[in-house]
């Protein structure tokens, strides 16, 4: 199936890189671009995550920033459809930011993922957290 065909081209991009993965993601990357079948099986099943980051993508207004930073020579051919031309984009968009080191991680998109300094605890908070654990020990 779908899935086994990724792991078949997976298993032969390492063969390929002699084990280096990251040699081996561009390999996958690259027929990705290429092979229809390939790219499917490698997001099927990450395409309700895709398609939410899209619609926030778009819903937030960063598609439109995105599109106004387009220099003139990134307009597609004139031989090129529109359709043809937006379906290319969405693939390219897609695996840049899979392949970027720098990309967003899921759930952590606006940099709440708790790091850094440790906020102040309110001196009630304290006392509730040593009420409870008062009454949970038991001697």
């Known amino acids: 199936m779908l899935l086994e065909y990724a792991e078949r081209?997976?298993?032969?991009?390492?063969?390929?890189?002699n084990g280096n993965q990251a040699r081996a993601r561009q390999q996958v990357i690259a027929w990705a671009?290429?092979?229809d079948k390939l790219l499917k099986a490698l997001t099927k099943s990450h395409l309700s995550g895709i398609v939410a980051y899209n619609i926030e993508r778009v819903a937030s207004g960063r598609a439109a920033a995105a599109r106004k930073a387009l220099k003139p020579t990134d307009k597609p051919a004139a031989n090129v459809?529109?359709?043809?031309?937006?379906?290319?984009d969405f693939g390219v968009e897609l695996l840049r930011a899979v392949a970027s080191s720098s990309s967003e991680v899921f759930g952590l998109e606006n940099g709440s993922a708790g790091i850094g300094r440790p906020k102040q605890v309110s001196q009630d908070h304290i006392n509730a957290i040593r009420a409870i654990a008062s009454k949970t020990k038991k001697t």
Not at 9 to 17: C, G, P, Q, V
Not at 81 to 88: F, H, R, V
């Open 9 to 17: 081209r997976i298993a032969e991009a390492l063969k390929l890189a």
């Open 33 to 35: 671009l290429e092979d």
């Open 81 to 88: 459809t529109a359709k043809t031309q937006k379906e290319e």
